[in-house]
Each structure stands twice: as structure tokens, then as C-alpha cells.
């Protein structure tokens, strides 16, 4: 590989394509069957780490990428003949993208999850407008956001809701979209970083669900999971343990 990778992901249809986000920005195609070289190198429209990638399927069956890096999520029409991937509108100027959770297989709804921007002065320390952008919360990171977004077509998301938390001051965080039982039902779940602990959100309206058992170490990753049976599951790591919960709907 060109840089080294940040993220990967498997293909919804089928079990021959895998993906990967580079360090440069690259999203790189690879097929299992024949492991010479990447399908497909494309660029992306930064050279910023693609931290987050999910893959999905459309309304009209196509397979695309939802990524994200810090300047927001971008979709890649990686069955098409686009070779460069459209940043989500309603996204630009929320701050740095830390997290992007998918409802997938069907991408309908994405949250993601932004911390404030930082300007810099000429003389490389941060202007009274960064620091007054960014409030630091002593020892529980910083005041961010939540954005959820809607797909209105196959390549085209809207901004719906937003909502505030507290977010890492330096990873690119994980975050995990739930689904529940009753149709449109889902919940949001984020490493909160002043709870120490996986926090909920019912969506679309982002109302305060639950807060799971807090660790003593911030989260490190996230991630949901549904048995072959239908049984759902939610595991979180941090530097202490690693916790596994069985979700009920």
C-alpha cells in the first residue's frame, strides 16, 4: 500500500471485495481472489486519515462507501466511473469529523460526530477565536457535537438533528447506530468522554436513553454486532476491559 491503512471494511454483497482507508486519503478496493495489488486506488479530497469506512447498499441496490475523515463523511460511488468521492452537504463547518456511525445495511441514517476546530495564528498559537470555539471540559475532553443525517437520494444525505457531547480531544473516536425493534427505531451509542462510558441516544429526536457501566479509562472503540440468530450486541474497549452487552428491543 501506498500509505499505511486506518480503517477497513468488508463488501454488503458479497464476500470478495474488501476495503481500505489510507493514511494519505486513499481508499484502496481489493478483491480476495487475486491479492497482487489493490482493484482500484482513488483519491480523496484531502490527505487527511480516512479513519471510518462502511460499506453500503442504496435504494436502487448500488453498493457504495460512506467514509469519513477530518473534514466530514464523503460517499464513493465505487460501482460507477466517479473516481473521487462527494462530501455530504449540511456537514462543513461543524469542526473536525472524529466518528461516523451507519445504520447499514441501508445507510438511511448516519450520525456524525464532530469536535470544535482549532485556529492557529501566524505565529502557530491558537487565536482567542479557537479557544473560544473550543471550550475545554477539565478532564472530560471537549464540547462537541452529534449531527444526524437523512438520505434523501442514492448519493444525497440532509442534516436532521444535532446534538451536543463530549468528545475526544485526540482520537478519532467509535460510535455505533442500534436498531430496534419497530419500524424506523434506532438508537446512537457513543464513548462519552466525561461519563467514561457508552452513552444513548434515541433517533431521530436524540433524546437521553441510557448510560451504560462506566469504565475508569475512556472508550476506545465501539462496535455492534447481530447474530446469524438475530441476538444484538454491544461491545466496548477501553485500556481497562472489554464489555459485551446483550440488547433487548
Known sequence: MQAPGWSCSGDQTGPNHVYAGLQNGMLLVFDTRQTK????????????????????????????????????????????????????????????????ACAAPSSDLIVASFRPRVEFSGDGSASQMGISQSPTLSGSGKLGCHALLRRTSSTSFVKEQICNGNVSELRMSKSAIIPCSGAGQHLFAYGDESLRGVRTWRLPSFQPCTDLRPHRQPILDLRFAESSTGEKYLGCLSEEKLQVFRIRS
Open 37 to 100: 495489488g489493490p482493484l482500484h486506488s482513488l483519491s480523496g479530497l484531502s490527505t487527511n486519515p480516512v479513519h471510518t469506512i462502511h460499506s453500503v447498499v442504496d435504494d436502487s441496490g448500488s453498493m457504495k462507501i460512506i467514509s469519513a475523515s477530518s473534514i466530514g463523511p464523503c460517499i464513493w460511488d465505487v460501482d460507477g466511473t466517479e473516481t473521487r468521492p462527494n462530501l455530504l452537504t449540511g456537514t462543513e463547518n461543524q469542526g473536525v469529523c472524529i466518528s461516523l
